[in-house]
């Protein structure tokens, strides 16, 4: 069971003046559904308010983000959280972030951290969460796709210094599901580029976020990542292409010595089976 929660008692967290944030990107999807009432701050993103002031935001897309956790408490309650995770990953991709509470009116997100707050309030949590978690999940992708440029790459280099196209076309064809799998988490299941739900309630809080998209390159790096995957799904698609022209080619000289064989037999059954 995880953590039951503290009686909700004010919109803020009772916290120290510096604070831990941290993401771990544990598998492709997190059940977050049957949680008690009481233990919800937030239901997009899912958010729970836990014993010691502690918060832990749980993103479907398979990120958890913990707030003022230490490190047993991390694992205990990741380790309740298994469950609930489809495909989990042997080793976790993570992110870490310092939160500063100081007596300043303003907002504001240093280059590198900490992140400096007047006030350390759900709205707040759940805007530096939602960045975290996106910044996490895309070094998560970004290594998946620097895994397939290393697969493609023995390939475009082969070609280009033989002009010999792979033989296995199977291979080309994961290459460019795996290519639209990563397209599909990024622009479609997680959609990165699209602001959280929080600041609908709270648009005075529009600037924090654009810091904080900022500081993590999140449009940049989705921009980038868009770019890899064009190349990567050209490059499959035109080694394909060159192995079903080598194996088209195949088949036709297979149909021309068929013709041929067809008329040699032909001719010899007109030359020598016409006098019996």
Known sequence: ?????????????????????????????????????????????????????????????????????????????????????????PTFEEETIGVELRDDPTDTVRPGGPICLNSLSHDRILLIADALAKSTLLAHIEHVVGAVFDVIDPHARSLAETGRAPRKRTEMLKIIGNALLVHQQVSGRVAISEKPDALWDRPDLERLYERLADEFELVERVEALERKLTVITVTANALTDLIDTRRSLRLEWAIVLLIVFEVIMTIYQLAFGGGH
């Open 1 to 89: 069971m995880l953590d039951t929660v503290a009686p909700k008692t004010s919109p803020e967290v009772q916290a120290p003046t510096r604070v831990a944030v941290r993401a771990f990107y544990v598998g492709e999807r997190i059940d977050t559904t049957g949680f008690r009432s009481e233990d919800v701050i937030s239901s997009s993103p899912l958010a729970l308010k836990l014993k010691g002031g502690r918060i832990a935001v749980l993103f479907r897309y398979g990120v958890v983000v913990l707030v003022g956790f230490d490190g047993s408490g991390e694992h205990a309650f990741l380790q309740a959280l298994a469950p609930r995770i489809q495909n989990p990953k």
